[in-house]
Structures are given as structure tokens and as C-alpha cells.
């Protein structure tokens, strides 16, 4: 049995890149479609929220002295079209996904509406949200925290290319340990970035535990949602 019900999941664009430099790499894209699969067939509700990196590194280039909020919104354009392929993916693999973007754009996604993504859930569908929160100047990682927070959901999964939180950078120093919990309080004490502080801020404030884990280690997903000993979860 799953340990909880309806999940968040923030999945970055980079995430999508596989090993390429730039753009959506269709074997990584299908792979991590597959285990959000094997998480839909246990029972659980699934809502993603998509980053846009992968996309907006393509054009940062030309982005350089560009006005802040203009680039935002490139940047939520660049998380529609993560949604769009993520949602056609998952289509193709026998699911049934509803895209819901922060921006309207209607011949393309339908918008945010908070009853009709219940809904959705409630109904099975995995809800892809794009565009962000819709506004600039707010990160994807905090628009996870608003949906999560909005929708429901008992935790929030930051799948990200480390498998949780590190004493230090695991990368460079041999002796850095994994944490298996920590609390709010705790992670800021020991300076500890685990998502962006407004997104932090907003899921202490709104009790939403997170929990940090690798999304390129196989079956990881699952077994977070089976509430087994992997990533690092943060609470209250």
C-alpha cells in the first residue's frame, strides 16, 4: 500500500536532458514517465510540476541583459512545453494526463482551475502543471509548493540528480552522509538548500513535508512513495 495518498511532483527540465546539452532526450523522458506509472498503479494521486531549464539553456545566450521578468516568462513558456511532451508521453504509454497552465493559453493547454485539477485527480489523471505560479520573479520549485499546497497533497517529491541531503557535496568530499530526516528548522540551522526559500518558506508555513530523492536511480520514486528509507524527508 502506498504511504500517501496524492503526491507533488517537481520534476526539473534539466532533469529531461538525459546527456544532452540541451533540449528533451526521448529515453529519459519515457523512463521517467514509466515510474511515475508504477506509482499511478498503486493508487496514488500524482500532480507534477515541471521545470524549464533544459529549454531556457538553449536561449540563455541571448538572454544575457535581458529584463528579469521578460526572461521569467520565457522561462514558463519553456515549462509548457516540458508539460506538453511529458503529458503526450505518458499518453503513449497508456496513461491518461491533463495539462493545466498558469498562463493562458488556450488553443494549446486549458488553464489553472483549482476544482477541475481535484477533479482530474480524483478521476485517476495525472495532472501536469505548467507555466509556473504565472508570475515572474517566483521559481517552478516555489510553484510546487503553491499546487502541492493548494491541491492537497500530503508531501511534496523534489526529484533531483542527488539521492537526498548531504552533510556536504557529496561529489567532492568522501565523508558526506546522507540525511535520512530533518526538520524545517533544522535545514536552515545548517544552511542546508534544499528548495528556494520562498518555496521552503511556503511549505513550513503550510506544514507540507518534502522529500528530496534521486530521479535517475531506478524504482526510486516508488519507493518513496511506499514510504521506504530513501532520499532525505524534511518536516515540520
Known amino acids: ?41 498503486l493508487g496514488c494521486e500524482v500532480a507534477v510540476v515541471i521545470g524549464g531549464g533544459n529549454i531556457f539553456r538553449g536561449v540563455a545566450g541571448g538572454a544575457v541583459g535581458m529584463d528579469r521578468a521578460t526572461a521569467d516568462y520565457m522561462g514558463m513558456l519553456a515549462t509548457v512545453m516540458n508539460s506538453l511532451a511529458l503529458a503526450d508521453t505518458m499518453r503513449q504509454e497508456g496513461m491518461t494526463a491533463r495539462v493545466m497552465s498558469a498562463l493562458s493559453i488556450d488553443q ?11 477533479q482530474y485527480l480524483e478521476e485517476g489523471k495525472v495532472v501536469v502543471f505548467a507555466g509556473g505560479t504565472g508570475n515572474p520573479f517566483f521559481t517552478t520549485d516555489t510553484a510546487a509548493a503553491l499546487r502541492g499546497a493548494e491541491i492537497g497533497a500530503q508531501i511534496m517529491l523534489k526529484a533531483t540528480k542527488v539521492d537526498g541531503v548531504y552533510t556536504a557535496d557529496p561529489k567532492k568530499d568522501p ?39 534521486s530521479i535517475f536511480k531506478p524504482g526510486a520514486l516508488k519507493r518513496v512513495v511506499l514510504g521506504e528509507d530513501e532520499g532525505t524527508l524534511v518536516h515540520v
Not at 533540449?23 to 506509482?39: K, L, W
Not at 494549446?108 to 485539477?117: F, N, Q, T
Open 1 to 41: 500500500m502506498p504511504a500517501y495518498k496524492r503526491i507533488l511532483l517537481k520534476l526539473s527540465g534539466e532533469a529531461l536532458m538525459g546527456d544532452d546539452a540541451y533540449g528533451i532526450n526521448r529515453a529519459t523522458i519515457v523512463r521517467m514517465v514509466r515510474e511515475v506509472q508504477e506509482v499511478t498503479a
Open 108 to 118: 494549446v493547454v486549458e488553464p489553472y482551475v483549482r476544482p477541475k485539477a481535484l
Open 175 to 213: 565523508t558526506a552522509t546522507r540525511y535520512a530526516t530533518l526538520t524545517f528548522d533544522e535545514a536552515i540551522g545548517r544552511n542546508l538548500a534544499v528548495l528556494d526559500a520562498t518555496a521552503f518558506a511556503l511549505c513550513r508555513d503550510q506544514k507540507l513535508p518534502i522529500k528530496v530523492f
